[in-house]
């Protein structure tokens, strides 16, 4: 079966926000699977759980299963391939995730306790305990800060508006890339899409 590529948006999105990034891989060949899931509704753990259950049983048969992330989904596979063994893993490329947690997500969660991530988001949250990468990961960080409020609360170091460029590394990543990019189109700029191409098809980016 041919390799697959498997899509998770960012934190009240939906899969549409993944549609240039599946298209791209879709053109290269990929059999692609853009999971929607209901990202304010329930925990990062128990969004891991739902994928083991009605997405990993689809995976058994393919030679290789790449993940491309935006914000939140980044997380998420991080707590799945820390509780879940994908003997076929290949390259994991992930946009503006808060591996190191966000000072937003600080400020906002007492006021949004409904969306159950956000806590978990926080620079004291899940991703405290995450382990480092052992598998190939690629991570793309935008620092083009859109919101003024929110750069502020991020003490002004260079950020995308939601997380800053620091707190996107992870321990063991492959490579790691800053485009000028905000937080929400990231993910359809062009240079990222091509970029990420390119790490799934080579291990890299394109520092050029």
């Known amino acids: 079966m041919k390799e697959v590529v ?10 549409r926000s993944m549609w240039p990034m599946a298209f791209a891989a879709r053109r290269r060949g990929y059999r692609v699977i853009n999971w929607h899931y209901r990202s304010t509704r329930r925990t990062i753990a128990e969004h891991a759980a739902d994928f083991v259950r009605d997405i990993a049983p689809r995976l058994a048969s393919a030679s290789k299963v790449h993940f491309i992330t935006h914000s939140l989904g980044g997380i998420i596979v991080r707590q799945i391939l820390a509780k879940h063994e994908l003997p076929n893993l290949g390259r994991v490329v992930m946009l503006a995730p808060p591996n190191g947690g966000s000072e937003v997500a600080d400020v906002l969660a007492p006021f949004v306790s409904c969306v159950k991530p956000v806590r978990e988001l926080g620079t004291d949250g899940i991703t405290r305990t995450l382990p480092s990468a052992t598998y190939a990961l690629g991570v793309i960080a935008g620092s083009r800060s859109h919101i003024p409020l929110f750069s502020r609360w991020m003490n002004h170091v260079p950020n995308d508006g939601v997380v800053a460029v620091d707190r996107t590394r992870v321990a063991g990543m492959s490579d790691f890339l800053v485009l000028a990019r905000t937080h929400t189109f990231l993910l359809w700029a ?19």
Not at 190 to 208: H, S, V
């Open 6 to 15: 498997v899509l998770l948006h960012g934190l009240g999105r939906t899969h």
């Open 190 to 208: 062009p240079d990222a899409i091509g970029q990420t191409m390119r790490f799934l098809e080579c291990g890299n980016f394109n520092a050029a």
